[in-house]
């Protein structure tokens, strides 16, 4: 698979690094649109720290972070030995402090959900960027979902590290035009079709298969309980929310109607108001449904609200309202009958709304 634009990110946060000098580069995009390739590739070339955010508490942070140091841990006689830290500030004072001699790097992956885990690692953080910040050699890459999550915790006036802040880059989903350099072996509708029907992720485009029709991939991956996507979107809601039945009411209703305003989208939704407004802030913070305010339309209860993920949009329109079949094995039936006549419609407005 051709990371598209991915490596022009990687270099460009190599250039960072090589400046010698405390930096902080944020890395942000949808689920699946290569951010995970992008850590990884830092992590590899400058042997940098991971730091996966994800972890439930401090405590499991400490001790990942533990086993790393000490794999990188050189004794300077046979007396000198391993000290493991006790908890983040403690673990980040002291890459502060030897980056001052010695160049770090470090990852820090999917940062919202560390903060969760650590309220007050943000504090710390900004306390020592503002101490070193004329002496560290120290490189931060934060990674996260989308500008909706990075709001209040790295850009907006409640961010405590926003102006520490180097340079931010996004990791955009595939376009039509680098469709074409992935070496699918489609015709150019095709092309569209696939870009369409994955939202021009690179973990989904990666599924296609070229030996097989592009009626046959969608059905493979979409319309059979084996598929690589069938429960995609479950996996994805699941990682965010503990609770996603509000949130395939709010999707599923979405994918039924056009552009709707607030109280449109309420009603087909069919849930409590207090519950829809919570679980469409979080499908927002997600990056998978956008809201286009109007000015002269008022409160954001007159705003058009739509998917702002094509794979998502097609999911909810065409797999979730006929999971049951699938699971009883019609799938290919389904895509045949339900899908496949309103499929170039569906195909043609995607790519007009990019």
Known sequence: MNFVGRAEIIESIQSRIAMNQMSLCVVYGPHRSGKSYVASQLVRRHKALYLAGRMANEAIHVADMNRALEARF???DEQDKFE???SLQEAFEGLFESSVKT???????????????????PIHLRDLLDTYKETSHLNIILMANGLEQLDGRIIGDRSLIGPYVSEYFEVKPFSLVDMKSLGLHYAKDDLRTVFAVTGGLPAYVQYFDNGESIDTNIINLFFSVSGALFEETQHILHRDMKNITGANAILSGL???????YVELLQASQIKSGTFTSRLNDLMAMGLVGRIQANSRGPAKYADYHFTNSMFHFWYRYVYKYWGDIVRGNGADVYQTYVKPQLKDFVEASCIAI
Do not use: G
């Open 74 to 76: 050189v004794p300077t």
């Open 103 to 121: 160049p770090q790097t470090v990852v820090i992956d999917d940062y919202p959900s560390l903060v969760e885990a650590v309220p007050q690692f």
């Open 255 to 261: 994918a039924t109607l056009e552009r709707p305003y």
């Open 84 to 86: 493991p830290i006790t």
